[in-house]
T-cell receptor, first 113, second 112 residues
Framework: EPEVTQTPSHQVTQMGQEVILRCVPISNHLYFYWYRQILGQKVEFLVSFYNNEISEKSEIFDDQFSVERPDGSNFTLKIRSTKLEDSAMYFC???????????FGQGTRLTVV | DAKTTQPPSMDCAEGRAANLPCNHS???????VYWYRQIHSQGPQYIIHGLKNNETNEMASLIITEDRKSSTLILPHATLRDTAVYYCIVRPSSGNTGKLIFGQGTTLQVKP
């Protein structure tokens, strides 16, 4: 069964450093999303991406965050200057144009120290 | 986005049916009911969705009341591997980006 792949599975970074989280979507999927989940809290929507541009973003997704598809396959989330409160699980999700069901990756656990 | 209300936790005996309720009294006519689950901090997993008719797939059944203000997810023969947080989400069928708004969900504990 096709799956969404995220790398790395766990990343530890120093406060103020830049991090890039990577996602390989399922091959025929057109819509891409990032979510995060702070430990013990609910899953929160960050951003949706379609046709090489952001289609919607939440209040959490401020200027420190950016997304792109640098090579037409990978889908990345960049955090420019990490803060302690950015520590969370980050999930990538993708879907086709016709199927509304989103497939989630296994997540990247980001720890900012 | 319409809100949903779910009990915070439920227990179920292994092999028995698990019935997870969800209230969505402010649901609009074009909004679907979706169910996802999350097993121990893994990525959420799609289970089933429906508009107004009852739905069944290999994982579960979804029963939606006639007025569509509530629904029940049924796992017919729960196993220990079904222990997870179950999320009931309502979302428009079109005109949005497809984002999912998760609540706190119901933590289902399947016990031997």
């Amino acid at each position: 069964e096709p799956e969404v792949t995220q790398t790395p599975s766990h990343q530890v970074t120093q406060m103020g450093q830049e991090v890039i989280l990577r996602c390989v979507p399922i091959s025929n999927h057109l819509y891409f999303y990032w979510y995060r989940q702070i430990l013990g809290q609910k899953v929160e929507f960050l951003v949706s991406f379609y046709n090489n541009e952001i289609s919607e973003k939440s209040e959490i997704f401020d200027d420190q965050f950016s997304v792109e598809r640098p090579d037409g396959s990978n889908f990345t989330l960049k955090i420019r200057s990490t803060k302690l409160e950015d520590s969370a699980m980050y999930f990538c999700a993708t879907r086709t144009g016709s199927d509304p069901n989103a497939f989630f990756g296994q997540g990247t656990r980001l720890t900012v120290v | 986005d319409a809100k949903t209300t779910q009990p915070p936790s439920m227990d179920c005996a292994e092999g028995r049916a698990a019935n997870l309720p969800c209230n969505h009294s402010t649901i609009s006519g074009n909004e679907y009911v979706y169910w996802y689950r999350q097993i121990h901090s893994q990525g959420p997993q799609y289970i089933i969705h429906g508009l107004k008719n009852n739905e069944t797939n290999e994982m579960a059944s979804l029963i939606i009341t006639e007025d569509r203000k509530s629904s029940t997810l049924i796992l017919p023969h729960a196993t220990l591997r079904d222990t997870a947080v179950y999320y009931c989400i309502v979302r428009p069928s079109s005109g949005n980006t497809g984002k999912l708004i998760f609540g706190q969900g119901t933590t289902l504990q399947v016990k031997p």
